[in-house]
């Protein structure tokens, strides 16, 4: 079935500094989505991209959609300890409402 | 507070009990899902429901098993569990447009923390 890949699994960054997380899919997504895990927490959902070249911005956080749509990156600028957490990628695959997460990428940031 | 609201927060069991972990959303949503989250492993789908029939079984062993009495509150029973099934069992629930290929975004309940000695 359907993968998604996402690297790297862990990144420690000084505060400050900025952070990007990659995922890519084995296949071609309709759509995929970007959620973030506090330590101790439950994943929460950040954004979805459906478009083709498709580049979204919240705050400090920038998300982009490949051309091909089959990859997908997040860029945090200027990374602050309340962005501690993992953030994990996911997309639809196989299944009428399968979803598939990629393994996430664990962020540390060092005051 | 997501609109997901799951029971126990944390469970010890034994191999030979049987217990049930509890989901119940507020949201309105149509489908309802598990998923199991290990250490150093990607969330793991394990079943998933659209107004109650359940639509996906990724392969679950059967010592895992779903009941969806509505389209609020989905339950996994378990019997006969491995030390290895300790986990973060999260639940979850989204709105799905019929005839649309994907999901809308999850919303996830805070886990049921299950510890199998």
């Known amino acids: 079935g359907q993968q998604v890949m996402q690297i790297p699994q862990y990144q420690h960054v000084q505060e400050g500094e900025d952070f990007t997380t990659y995922c890519n899919s084995s296949?071609?997504?309709?759509?995929i989505q970007w959620y973030k895990q506090r330590p101790g927490g439950h994943p929460v959902f950040l954004i979805q991209l459906v478009k083709s070249g498709e580049v979204k911005k919240q705050k400090r956080l920038t998300f982009q959609f490949g051309e091909a749509k089959k990859n997908s990156s997040l860029h945090i600028t200027a990374t602050q300890t309340t962005d501690v957490g993992t953030y994990f990628c996911a997309g639809p695959s196989g299944g009428y409402q399968k979803v598939t997460f990629g393994i996430g990428t664990k962020l540390q940031v060092i005051p | 507070e997501t609109g997901v609201t799951q029971t126990p927060r944390h469970l010890v069991m034994g191999m030979t009990n049987k217990k049930s972990l509890k989901c119940e959303q507020h949201?309105?949503?149509?489908?309802m899902y598990w998923y199991k989250q290990s250490a150093k492993k990607p969330l793991e789908l394990m079943f998933v429901?659209?107004?109650?029939?359940?639509?996906e079984n990724n392969s679950v062993p059967s010592r895992f098993s779903p009941e969806c009495p509505n389209s609020s509150h989905l339950f996994l029973h378990l019997h006969t569990l491995q030390p290895e099934d300790s986990a973060l069992y999260l639940c979850?629930?989204?709105?799905?447009?019929?005839?649309?290929?994907?999901?809308?975004?999850?919303?996830f309940g805070e886990g049921s923390r299950l510890t199998v000695l």
């Open positions: 429901y659209n107004f109650k029939e359940q639509t």
């Open positions: 949201l309105g949503h149509n489908a």
């Open positions: 979850a629930s989204s709105q799905h447009q019929t005839g649309a290929p994907n999901t809308g975004e999850l919303f």
């Open positions: 296949t071609t997504l309709s759509n």
